[in-house]
């Protein structure tokens, strides 16, 4: 099995700048369990007709929602956008 790592595309501050460090830890948690089950789910490469790239994919959790691309050559999850909903409270 291949180790799959996640990054933000573009960057943090673009894709989580404004966020608590308490939900981009949230954040970071869920990228990682996503690198996770993309290890078990893609084995070996993609074969040369495709791109390795998937179209991009969403994953809700309580209050978040991740969307992403699985990029199966890099074995990597790119994190291109976040968004969190705040209960009544945290507003």
């Known amino acids: ?9 573009p960057d943090p501050e673009h894709v989580v700048g404004g966020l608590t460090p308490e939900v981009r830890q949230q ?6 369990r996503l690198a996770d ?3 078990v789910r893609y084995l070996g490469e993609p074969p040369v007709e495709e791109s390795g ?5 969403d994953h809700a959790e309580g209050r978040l929602i991740v969307w ?3 990029h199966r050559r890099l074995s990597e999850i790119l994190v ?4 969190y909903w705040p209960d009544h409270g945290e507003i």
Request: proline share 3%.
């Open 80 to 83: 291109v956008r976040v968004q």
């Open 27 to 32: 954040v970071d948690l869920l990228a990682r």
């Open 1 to 9: 099995m291949t180790e799959w790592d996640w990054e933000y595309m």
């Open 53 to 57: 790239v998937s179209p991009l994919l």
């Open 68 to 70: 992403y691309l699985e």
């Open 37 to 39: 089950a993309a290890a």
